[in-house]
């Protein structure tokens, strides 16, 4: 079956260490994108692609950075800078039309040690 | 400025009584509707959208939902609820204006009292 494969499912950061988020897709789909989950405050846009190596920041990208070198992987790295990264981290892709509703994965909570 | 306003954080009802969860929204263009339901430690799966074909939308597990440009609401509908329903809800607008963005509601908790 189609679908969006995130890992991993928990994730523990250390103070100054850099973490990286997997998310592949088999939809081919071209657009993926990443979102933040705090509770009561919804998603939060963190960054999202269009195509292969191209990808704009969302609303909340200070600390996070990504890649988009295949079609099917948009990996995010939660970095040193993101000094609240405790949450709840969730992938997603659509096809590029606009009427189209997102596609999400199970997600990966990541937590401070 | 487009946005999501879903009007309540939690609503709580009874096994075998209608679900109601209330959305609005505000957008210059018109544009596609998404209602999401998302259970602890879960991704969001997708119950119904709109995308300006009928205004009644049915989508699953006995949900629907009504667009009604007028009052530009987009409100989450099931006639009887199960345990099983209990969740949390996300009403999204994609606004056709070339935006590549998601607007996503901030959810509304259903509880389901046996």
């Known amino acids: 079956d189609g679908g969006i494969t995130q890992s991993p499912k928990y994730l523990f950061r250390k103070e100054g260490q850099n973490v990286t988020l997997s998310c592949e897709q088999n939809?081919?789909?071209?657009?993926m994108y990443w979102y933040r989950q705090d509770p009561g405050q919804g998603l939060r846009l963190i960054y999202y692609?269009?195509?292969?190596?191209?990808?704009q920041k969302g609303d909340i990208a200070e600390g996070y950075s990504v890649s988009r070198e295949k079609k099917e992987s948009f990996p995010l790295t939660v970095t040193s800078a993101q000094k609240n990264p405790t949450a709840f981290y969730l992938c997603?892709?659509?096809?590029?039309?606009?009427?189209?509703?997102?596609?999400f994965g199970d997600g990966t909570r990541l937590s401070i040690l | 400025a487009q946005s999501v306003t879903q009007l309540d954080s939690h609503v709580s009802v009874s096994e075998g009584t209608p679900v109601l969860l209330r959305c609005n929204y505000s957008?210059?263009?018109?544009?596609?509707l998404f209602w999401y339901v998302q259970h602890p430690n879960k991704g969001l799966q997708l119950l119904l959208k709109?995308?300006?074909?009928?205004?009644l939308v049915k989508g699953i597990n006995g949900f629907e939902a009504e667009f009604k440009k007028s009052e530009t609401s987009f409100h989450l509908t099931k006639p009887s609820a199960h345990m099983s329903d209990a969740a949390e809800y996300f009403c999204?607008?994609?606004?056709?204006?070339?935006?590549?963005?998601?607007?996503f509601g901030t959810g509304t908790r259903l509880k389901v009292l046996a």
């Open positions: 939809l081919n789909h071209d657009a």
């Open positions: 709109y995308t300006s074909a009928a205004t």
């Open positions: 997603a892709s659509n096809p590029d039309r606009f009427n189209q509703p997102q596609h």
């Open positions: 999204v607008v994609r606004p056709l204006n070339g935006t590549y963005k998601y607007i």
């Open positions: 957008s210059s263009y018109s544009p596609s």
């Open positions: 692609s269009q195509i292969v190596n191209d990808f």
